[in-house]
T-cell receptor, first 112, second 114 residues
């Protein structure tokens, strides 16, 4: 069964600290893995997309890693800011990349 | 920048009403999608369209229909709204020529059915 599991479900950190979000998947055949950021009441916005051959990708303070062998990905946030408070969704595309499997998201709260 | 707009941010309808949710994208994307998002369930695909007048059922199409008469516009229709259709509805679009089929999302419509 094609599944995407994210952990933790929620996380609270102090402003300026780093954090890492996890994503494990069983989707097959794998096409690419995406991380989206969704602010409350808004649509998701893409942070990174990684294909099978990529094992790390950065977007500013966001760094995503992918281990295709263990089917795991992580999103590392460096020097967190209050504006990082959002839900982070891991999405795995299968086959040609058309069909998506969504994780349920990790809710991150950054406090002053 | 890709822009995907949705006709309403918030909508309140009564049970049994016919509801139209509109989505417009300005990047000439071939593919358009409708999702609903509920707490603890994540995003679930309702319908998608890969061309004008073409549509495909997603994972949860029951109680919904769609219309795509023009390339830039994709409508979601709730024929007879029910309270279990209270949700956040998200529209997305993607370009077939993209290697990754990256999807661009609209801001969402929060629908409440009373």
């Amino acid at each position: 069964k094609n599944q995407v599991e994210q952990s933790p479900q929620s996380l609270i950190i102090l402003e300026g600290k780093n954090c890492t979000l996890q994503c494990n998947y069983t989707v097959s055949p794998f096409s690419n893995l995406r991380w989206y950021k969704q602010d409350t009441g808004r649509g998701p916005v893409s942070l990174t997309i990684m294909t099978f051959s990529e094992n790390t990708k950065s977007n500013g303070r966001y760094t995503a890693t992918l281990d295709a062998d263990t089917k795991q990905s992580s999103l590392h946030i460096t020097a967190s800011q209050l504006s990082d408070s959002a839900s982070y969704i891991c999405v795995v595309a299968r086959g040609s990349g058309y069909a998506l499997n969504f994780g349920k998201g990790t809710s991150l709260l950054v406090t002053p | 920048d890709v822009k995907v707009t949705q006709s309403s941010r918030y909508l309140v309808k009564r049970t049994g009403e016919k509801v139209f949710l509109e989505c417009v994208q300005d990047m000439d994307h071939e593919n358009m999608f409708w999702y609903r998002q509920d707490p603890g369930l994540g995003l679930r695909l309702i319908y998608f369209s890969y061309d004008v007048k073409m549509k495909e059922k997603g994972d949860i199409p029951e109680g919904y229909s769609v219309s795509r008469e023009k390339k830039e516009r994709f409508s979601l229709i709730l024929e007879s709204a029910s309270t279990n259709q209270t949700s956040m509805y998200l529209c997305a679009s993607s370009w077939t020529g993209s290697v990754t089929y990256e999807q661009y999302f609209g801001p969402g419509t929060r629908l409440t059915v009373t």
